[in-house]
């Protein structure tokens, strides 16, 4: 059953750093796009990274130069790199496919907080 774990988040205070990790099962997983979302009280989950099977990466406008996507395909793994952290990144994030693989396919995401 494919299923997606995230983990890595926490408590930082701003211009600190947290490495977020994704680990998914089912082969769907290992072939896709996949991306890391947010999600902030009050908001629409949005993307904010994409990385294809190749390996090439996008990202949102408001974390470009702070954040980097990287995935492991041995470990059928994706990781995000934060870095430079502002309060306005605290969210809660999660993996999925791009597009999301759909309703049920979401985890139960990793809460970032980020203080000043």
């Known amino acids: 059953q494919a299923q997606l774990v995230e983990s890595g988040g926490g408590l930082v205070q701003a211009g600190g750093s947290l490495r977020l990790s994704c680990a998914a099962s089912?082969?769907?997983?290992?072939?896709?796009?996949m991306g890391w979302y947010r999600q902030a009280p009050g908001h629409q989950r949005e993307l904010v990274a994409r990385i294809s099977f190749g390996g090439s990466t996008n990202y949102a406008d408001s974390v470009k130069g702070r954040f980097t996507i990287s995935r492991d395909k041995a470990k059928n793994t994706v990781y995000l790199q934060m870095n430079s952290l502002k309060r306005e990144d605290t969210a809660l994030y999660y993996c999925?496919?791009?597009?999301?693989?759909?309703?049920?396919?979401w985890g139960q995401g990793t809460q970032v907080t980020v203080s000043s």
């Open positions: 089912g082969s769907f997983f290992t072939i896709s796009t």
């Open positions: 999925n496919s791009v597009p999301p693989a759909g309703d049920s396919s």
